[in-house]
């Protein structure tokens, strides 16, 4: 059973940058054919999929995010970063780690972290 | 303004059935396969509906999905309290490069 736990502050200041870690138990980042995302959630708003990392260090990220963004995997390949910089109030969201697994050029998320609220406050 | 168009609420009664749309377009719902998320209050979305209308192991078959043309749809029948929540499909926008959300349905069970 894959499980997905975020972690990382709960409070940004705006313009700096806003760094989460997902950590993954039962489950290797980098291998199978997965993808491994970052989607958020505006408070009382929908989905908005921020990006996902495979193949051990291959990237992809949504358009309208990607001057600021940037995603990792760590070393012992059981954990993946997102690093959003130069935040606004409008990064102010709950993040999820998710799971994605490609099907013939789309994918869906069949396994995600309980998330994390971050806010983004002076 | 969400690429996917869901109506923002649908209600049913207990034991009903209802379905929830999921309009798009040629660069996306179309063409790709279409998934489908459960929502419950405070909690993380769950996978309900895969490659348009494959279930998980362990989602009940009273979840279904369908697609025709630019519209998904997702069946659930045989309602209940416990499904009171919000529903939102995704697919890949191929004009985006992104992978994309509806807006979302709130569902509540009278």
């Known amino acids: 059973q894959v499980q997905l736990q975020e972690s990382g502050p709960g409070l940004v200041k705006p313009s700096q940058t806003l760094s989460l870690t997902c950590t993954v138990s039962?489950?290797?980042?980098?291998?199978?054919?997965?993808?491994w995302s970052w989607i958020r959630q505006h408070p009382g708003k929908g989905l908005e999929w921020i990006g996902y990392?495979?193949?051990?260090?291959?990237?992809y990220y949504n358009p309208s995010l990607r001057s600021r963004l940037s995603m990792s995997v760590g070393p012992s390949k059981r954990q993946f970063s997102l690093n959003l910089n130069s935040v606004t109030a409008a990064d102010t969201a709950t993040y999820y780690c998710?799971?994605?697994?490609?099907?013939?050029?789309?994918?869906?998320?069949?396994?995600w972290g309980q998330g994390t609220l971050v806010t983004v406050s002076s | 303004q969400s690429v996917l168009t869901q109506p923002p609420s649908v209600s049913a009664a207990p034991g009903q059935k209802v379905t929830i749309s999921c309009s798009g377009s040629?660069?996306?719902?179309?063409?790709?396969?279409v998934s489908w998320y459960q929502q419950l209050p405070g909690t993380a979305p769950k996978l309900l509906i895969y490659?348009?209308?494959k279930r998980p192991s362990g989602i009940p078959d009273r979840f279904s999905g369908s697609k025709s043309g630019t519209s998904a749809t997702l069946g659930i029948s045989g309602l209940q309290t416990g499904d009171e929540a919000d529903y939102y499909c995704?697919?890949?926008?191929?004009?985006?490069?992104?992978?994309?959300f509806g807006g979302g349905t709130k569902l509540t069970v009278l």
């Open positions: 490659e348009n209308n």
């Open positions: 039962g489950g290797s980042v980098g291998s199978d054919n997965y993808y």
């Open positions: 990392i495979y193949d051990s260090g291959n990237t």
């Open positions: 995704g697919t890949w926008d191929n004009s985006l490069s992104a992978d994309v």
């Open positions: 998710a799971r994605g697994v490609a099907v013939a050029g789309s994918i869906y998320f069949d396994y």
């Open positions: 040629s660069s996306n719902v179309r063409n790709n396969y």
